[in-house]
């Protein structure tokens, strides 16, 4: 053997440590590039359900909130049409009322005028004209009243009529308001 080449000094063992230096680096390297890899998958994973998990929570509540929201929708406007029906009962109430008023102020009329033609017919003197002008001053009088009080009824109907509506508006504007 050769002294100068000893099993140490050998070309070859170099080689083979290095190989294997590298082999083991590599191995090393890749497994820890794999852990990353999976910790990575497994932090990825993780915040991708959670992400999921929070979406699916805001969705059902958005969805809870828009069928409350629905249902008090369709609740006020059954109460509008409510108000708006009892309106329309309490119109026709109105036009019954003035109706009547209206017939018994012109029966009223034709009644007057039938006496006050006839005072026409007999009037001879000064005297009868007079009472004749009085009379007729008289019924236009009552005539007017009868009128005030047609305007009164129509005005006080029209405030039972509006009545219903505007406290459901108030109280629709109630449940609208950010502050409900």
Same mark, same amino acid.
């Given at each position: 053997? %050769?002294? @100068?080449?000893?099993?140490?000094? #050998?070309?070859?063992?170099?080689?083979?440590?290095?190989? %294997?230096? @590298?082999?083991?680096?590599?191995? #090393?390297?890749?497994?820890a590039a794999s852990d990353a890899l999976h910790r990575t998958?497994?932090?990825v994973k993780e915040s991708t359900e959670r992400g999921m998990a929070i979406g699916q929570d805001a969705l059902n509540r958005t969805h809870a909130e828009t069928q409350r929201l629905g249902q008090r929708g369709v609740e006020m406007g059954n109460e509008a049409l409510k108000a708006c029906v009892t309106a329309g009962h309490q119109t026709a109430d109105l036009m019954s009322e003035l109706n009547q008023a209206i017939t018994e102020l012109g029966n009223q009329s034709i009644s007057h005028y039938d006496r006050l033609s006839r005072q026409a017919m007999g009037v001879r003197t000064v005297q009868d004209m007079v009472n004749l002008q009085s009379a007729t001053v008289e019924t236009l009088q009552e005539h007017m009243g009868g009128f005030a009080r047609l305007y009164g009824l129509y005005?006080?109907?029209?405030?039972?009529?509006m009545q219903p509506i505007a406290e459901?508006?108030?109280?629709?504007?109630?449940?609208?308001s950010p502050a409900a």
């Open positions: 053997m %050769d002294p @100068l080449k000893t099993p140490q000094n #050998s070309p070859e063992k170099p080689v083979e440590k290095a190989v %294997d230096t @590298l082999s083991g680096a590599a191995q #090393s390297a890749t497994s998958q497994d932090a005005v006080d109907g029209l405030g039972r009529i459901q508006a108030v109280k629709s504007q109630r449940h609208l």
